[in-house]
């Protein structure tokens, strides 16, 4: 078996260990906030001045946007982010460095997380409230902040040069 093959097989693994890793911090912290602590009653808890814990369900994507397909609408998202996931497999399969593979398994956890959430509440459980001041940022979860970590992880990685085999010329 060559190397290139191997480092992938390694890769893929790699991929694989943080999409499992992410999925299960997702759904044990949103297990934490419903069922432990039950957010949904209590609705905000401070825990430092940056910080609360703020219950919102939230039946769109990222930032709350597309919200507007009606009562079939986390099924919508729920089959689209099926279809990413399953890109995101193929692009993991081909993953040449372990930062894009471990990237590229961050955002499909994350991602199978929030779909979890869809199909189990009809809409996502988002929970950790950034602000400064009163300033807020979008409330949040686990799988969002994996997800734009691993975006932010694909485009270092994608400004890294790469090493070119002796047995293929440079492009």
């Keep these: 078996m060559n190397q290139a093959r191997v480092s992938?097989?390694?890769?893929?693994?790699?991929?694989?260990?943080?999409?499992?890793l992410v999925l299960l911090a997702d759904q044990a912290s949103k297990r934490a906030v419903l069922s432990l602590i039950d957010l949904p009653q209590r609705g905000r808890i401070v825990l430092n001045p940056v910080l609360n814990l703020?219950?919102?369900?939230?039946?769109?994507?990222?930032?709350?946007?597309?919200?507007?397909f009606g009562g079939w609408g986390h099924l919508l998202l729920s089959g689209l982010a099926i279809c990413v996931v399953v890109a995101l497999g193929v692009w993991l399969r081909r993953a040449e460095?372990?930062?894009?593979?471990?990237a590229l398994g961050?955002?499909?956890?994350?991602?199978?997380?929030?779909?979890?959430?869809?199909?189990r509440f009809g809409a996502?459980?988002?929970?950790?409230?950034?602000?400064?001041?009163?300033?807020?940022?979008?409330?949040?979860?686990?799988?969002?902040?994996?997800?734009?970590?691993g975006v932010i992880a694909l485009v270092i990685d994608s400004?890294?040069?790469?090493?070119?085999?002796?047995?293929?010329p440079a492009e």
């Design 106 to 119: 961050a955002i499909a956890g994350g991602a199978i997380g929030n779909v979890i959430d869809r199909l």
């Design 54 to 68: 703020a219950m919102v369900w939230n039946r769109g994507v990222t930032f709350g946007l597309l919200t507007g």
């Design 159 to 168: 400004q890294w040069p790469r090493r070119v085999p002796a047995d293929k």
């Design 8 to 20: 992938r097989d390694r890769y893929l693994r790699t991929g694989l260990v943080a999409a499992v």
């Design 97 to 102: 460095t372990p930062l894009a593979a471990t």
């Design 124 to 149: 996502v459980v988002d929970f950790i409230d950034a602000h400064w001041g009163d300033w807020h940022w979008y409330v949040f979860n686990v799988a969002d902040a994996a997800i734009v970590c």
